[in-house]
C-alpha cells in the first residue's frame, strides 16, 4: 500500500482537493483483515488465491472493513493500521482516521466534530462457513477500563453476499431463562475441554435479508451466513466457547479484554454480562430487527430500508435504485457506503459491486460521504436496464433521520 511521503501541509492540500473533487464523496480501498480463528465461507468477493495473501500463520481473510478508524485487534503482532480503511486521493492514499484528524466537521459533520470523538463507529462483513465462537462486547464501563469504547453491534444478512448460508445458520442469542449465574460460571471456568456453552443459549433460525441488534454484554454467535455488521469504534470481546464449529478457541480469547490484575477471575467475566438482557425470556422480540421501510422515500426508482435501527450508537439503511433511475440520496448524516449490486455513478464516481476483488487492489464500491454532500444529496444513477442498484449505508450516534430516536 502505499502513502504520500510528503509534507503534511501538503497532504492536507491533496486530501481537500480529493474531496472537492468528489463532490464531498471520498473514495476508499477496501480493508481486510484476517482472523486465526475458523474457516472462510468464500462469499467476499476475494480472489480464491488471495485467502491467506497475508500468509497462512495470520490467518484467513475473513472479514472486510468498511469505511473503519477502528484498529483490529489480532493479538501483539497485529501490524499498526490493519483494519482501519484508506482513503484513495487524487495522488496516493491516506488513513481514514488522518482523513477526519484533518478535516474535522466538513467531513464527518459539526455534531460528530463537536463530540471530540472522531468516527465513532464502523462496519464490516465477515465471512465465517461455521459459527463464530459463542461471545460478548464490553459496554462502555468494561472497555473504559481498558482504554477502549463498548462493542454494541447490529447483524444484517445481505441476500447479495449469501449465495448459499453455510454450515450452521442458528444464532445463538442470550441463555434460557431459568440458566443460573453458577451454571454459566461453570462452562467458562472449563476451557480444558468443550465446554459446551451453547447448550445454555437460546437459539433462533436465521436467514438472508434479516437483521438484530446485540447490545454490549449480550452473549451471542451470529451463525454461519456472510453478514454485515454495523458496530461502535472498538475490537473488545470474551470468547466464552471453548471449540466452536470443531476449532479448538484459544483460552486466552476469554481473557483478551479483561484487566490484567483481574485475569483468571470468571466472576469478573460473568459481570461483564447484562444479566437480565440474557436471560429475558422474549429475546426474539427484543433482539430481532427486520427492516423497517423508510415511508418518506421521495423519488421514483429509489427504496430505502432501516437494516440497524435500534442502537443510540449507530444506524444502517439499505439503498435500492431501480434500474435505469437516476435520484439524490439525501441523509442528514455523514456515512459509509458500500454497493453490494449492480453498477452505475455515485455523485462523480463510479459505482460498481464487484464480481472477484484481488487482494491489494482498488475498487469502485466502496465510500464516505462528508455530511455536507450527504445533506445536499448525493446524486445517484443505475446504468443497468435488468438489475437494482443496491448500497448499504452506515451512520454514526443519533442520526436524526431514524424512526425510533
Ligand atoms: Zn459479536
Known sequence: MTTMATTPSTRARTLRQTLDEGHGVLRLMPTWVPRTFSTPGHRLRLHP?????????????????????????????TPDGEGISRVLLLDGQMPLTEAVDILGADVIGPRLAAAGDGWPVYAKFYDYQGALPFHIHLNDTHAAAIGQRGGAEALYFPPELNPHTGKRPIMFLGLQPHVTPKEFLARIADFSSDNHITELSQAFRVRPGTGWNIPPGVLHAAGSLCTYEVEQASDTYAMCESVADDQPVPESLLWKDVPPEHRGNHQYILDMLDWQANTDPDTLRRHHNPPLPVTSTRHDGLSERWIAYSSPFFSAKEVTLAPGATAPLTDPAAYGAIAVRGHGRFGPHPVAAPTLIRFGNPTEDEFFVSETAATAGVPVTNHSTTEPLVLLQHFGPANPALPIP
Open 49 to 77: 488465491d488471495d485467502h491467506y495473501a497475508l500468509g497462512p500463520g495470520r490467518g484467513a481473510l475473513t472479514e472486510r472493513w468498511l469505511a473503519s478508524t477502528t484498529q483490529a485487534d489480532n493479538g501483539p503482532d
